[in-house]
């Protein structure tokens, strides 16, 4: 299934290797927040390291406009990753040009250069061959560990690898053995689990997940517009009459396959204390909405998870954000914890979840990257993926 080359397949001792990241993490007053990401190619990182390659690592940092902003600038998390690894970490305030490629021709066994943010220039996201050649001739070989940018063609995650050899990194494929064996070759039963507040954000999502899985459990603001489809009054729930007749034509592709909430836990206002009623679904008086699936809902999807062979989960079931409506998210999250299905969650939100409800590690994957999971699950080749040597 997973037929790339990876840093497996290479011998680096003494190579500059050019890594692609995916440090795109929150920083504030210059200091690193959440470091998940970092962390997460830290194995990769190592592993070149060990026998002496000396890295010359790029990462995009948020969506800078028009060129450099010192906020958006990668120098805190230069500090960070010496923390992470244990020894210093250079840093220089270009990603590509001449200051960029003095400080990677000085670069010896061992050492470790952060580039500054890839976005900077404008040429990454156009995936501009001449930068995709000047940050090529930095390295000798290159390594994508950045499944969360794996999705898009830019000039470090895809047109680089048209000049230099190009491998995965542990954490990408980690991450697309997992995603693509799911979609590809699952244990079965293999239930989907689809939430989150907009059904336009995950259309293609849902209508490959029809092929594949025997079951879509659907929950979440998304279930409204499913409702509304099937002519229910939603009162004044999240909505999207724009893809009304999307709802419709996946309601019927899945007839035995979609499943909807049975009861809905409904609020007077979208408030943590608003007044609160469960009712078995049907029409939403108005002034109402819809803010988290019903006990009823909770069980019957709990047990469908509970004799699953593959779960994947995208998307909260309810508010989640708000404690009096987060029991749906929670309960599923918790059923899915103690299934013995191989458990794959992606999704920033749906992630936020699981941590909160300290079920993280009772599952199988948690993967790092929204976009690129969901494209995944779409059926989609990722570009940064599809760039990398084949294996044999
Ligand atoms: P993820 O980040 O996991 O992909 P999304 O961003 O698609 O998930 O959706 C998460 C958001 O959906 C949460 O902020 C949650 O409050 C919202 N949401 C879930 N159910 C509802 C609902 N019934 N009405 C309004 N918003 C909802
Ligand atoms: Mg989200």
């Given at each position: 299934?997973?037929?790339?080359?990876?840093?497996r397949?290479?011998?680096?001792?003494?190579?500059?290797?050019?890594?692609?990241?995916?440090?795109?993490?929150?920083?504030?007053?210059?200091?690193?927040?959440?470091?998940?990401?970092?962390?997460?190619?830290?194995p990769?990182?190592?592993?070149?390291?060990?026998?002496?390659?000396?890295l010359?690592l790029?990462?995009?940092?948020?969506?800078?406009?028009?060129?450099?902003?010192?906020?958006?600038?990668?120098?805190?998390?230069?500090?960070?990753?010496?923390?992470?690894?244990g020894?210093?970490?250079?840093?220089?305030?270009?990603?590509?040009?001449?200051?960029?490629?003095?400080?990677?021709s000085?670069?010896?066994?061992?050492?470790?250069?952060?580039?500054?943010?890839?976005?900077?220039?404008?040429?990454?996201?156009?995936?501009?061959?001449e930068?995709?050649?000047?940050?090529?001739?930095?390295?000798?070989?290159?390594?994508n560990?950045?499944?969360?940018?794996a999705?898009?063609?830019?000039?470090?995650?895809?047109?680089?690898?048209?000049?230099?050899?190009?491998?995965?990194?542990?954490?990408?494929e980690?991450?697309?053995?997992?995603?693509?064996?799911?979609?590809?070759?699952?244990?079965?039963?293999?239930?989907?689990?689809?939430?989150?507040?907009?059904?336009?954000?995950?259309?293609?999502?849902?209508?490959?997940?029809?092929?594949?899985?025997?079951?879509?459990?659907?929950?979440?603001?998304?279930?409204?517009?499913?409702?509304?489809?099937?002519?229910?009054?939603?009162?004044?729930?999240l909505?999207?009459?724009?893809?009304?007749?999307?709802?419709?034509?996946?309601?019927?592709?899945?007839?035995?396959?979609?499943r909807?909430?049975?009861?809905?836990?409904?609020?007077d206002?979208?408030?943590?204390?608003?007044?609160?009623?469960?009712?078995?679904?049907?029409?939403?008086?108005?002034?109402?909405?819809?803010?988290?699936i019903?006990?009823?809902?909770?069980?019957?999807?709990?047990?469908?998870?509970?004799?699953?062979?593959?779960?994947?989960?995208?998307?909260?079931?309810?508010?989640?954000?708000?404690?009096?409506f987060?029991?749906?998210?929670?309960g599923?999250a918790?059923?899915?914890?103690?299934?013995?299905?191989?458990?794959?969650?992606?999704?920033?939100d749906?992630?936020?979840?699981?941590k909160?409800?300290?079920?993280?590690?009772?599952?199988?994957?948690?993967?790092t990257?929204?976009?690129?999971s969901?494209?995944?699950?779409?059926?989609?080749?990722?570009p940064?993926?599809?760039?990398?040597?084949?294996?044999?």
């Amino acid at each position: 299934m997973f037929n790339k080359k990876t840093i497996r397949d290479i011998d680096v001792d003494g190579k500059r290797v050019l890594v692609r990241v995916d440090f795109n993490v929150p920083i504030k007053n210059g200091v690193v927040g959440d470091d998940t990401r970092i962390r997460a190619a830290l194995p990769t990182l190592q592993y070149l390291l060990d026998p002496g390659a000396a890295l010359i690592l790029c990462s995009h940092l948020g969506r800078p406009k028009g060129g450099p902003a010192p906020e958006f600038s990668l120098n805190p998390v230069a500090e960070h990753l010496s923390g992470l690894l244990g020894r210093p970490v250079k840093f220089v305030g270009e990603f590509v040009g001449p200051q960029a490629e003095k400080a990677a021709s000085l670069l010896k066994p061992g050492e470790v250069l952060l580039l500054e943010n890839t976005r900077f220039d404008p040429g990454e996201t156009k995936n501009d061959p001449e930068l995709s050649r000047r940050l090529a001739s930095m390295a000798d070989i290159y390594v994508n560990d950045a499944f969360g940018s794996a999705h898009r063609a830019h000039a470090s995650t895809e047109g680089v690898a048209h000049y230099l050899f190009g491998v995965a990194g542990f954490l990408m494929e980690q991450e697309i053995r997992y995603l693509g064996e799911a979609i590809a070759n699952p244990a079965r039963p293999f239930i989907a689990i689809l939430g989150g507040a907009k059904i336009s954000d995950k259309i293609g999502v849902i209508r490959n997940l029809l092929d594949k899985a025997d079951q879509v459990l659907i929950g979440g603001g998304m279930a409204n517009t499913f409702f509304k489809a099937e002519g229910y009054p939603v009162g004044d729930s999240l909505v999207e009459d724009g893809s009304l007749d999307t709802a419709r034509e996946l309601l019927a592709k899945g007839k035995n396959r979609l499943r909807l909430p049975v009861d809905v836990v409904i609020a007077d206002r979208f408030e943590n204390d608003a007044e609160k009623k469960v009712i078995e679904m049907g029409p939403i008086p108005d002034g109402w909405r819809i803010m988290d699936i019903g006990p009823h809902s909770i069980e019957a999807y709990s047990k469908i998870i509970g004799d699953a062979g593959t779960v994947v989960w995208n998307g909260p079931m309810g508010v989640f954000e708000l404690p009096n409506f987060a029991q749906g998210t929670f309960g599923l999250a918790k059923a899915v914890a103690d299934s013995n299905a191989t458990s794959i969650i992606g999704g920033g939100d749906s992630i936020a979840a699981i941590k909160q409800a300290g079920l993280s590690d009772r599952i199988s994957h948690i993967s790092t990257g929204g976009g690129a999971s969901l494209e995944m699950l779409e059926g989609i080749v990722l570009p940064g993926l599809a760039a990398l040597q084949d294996s044999v």
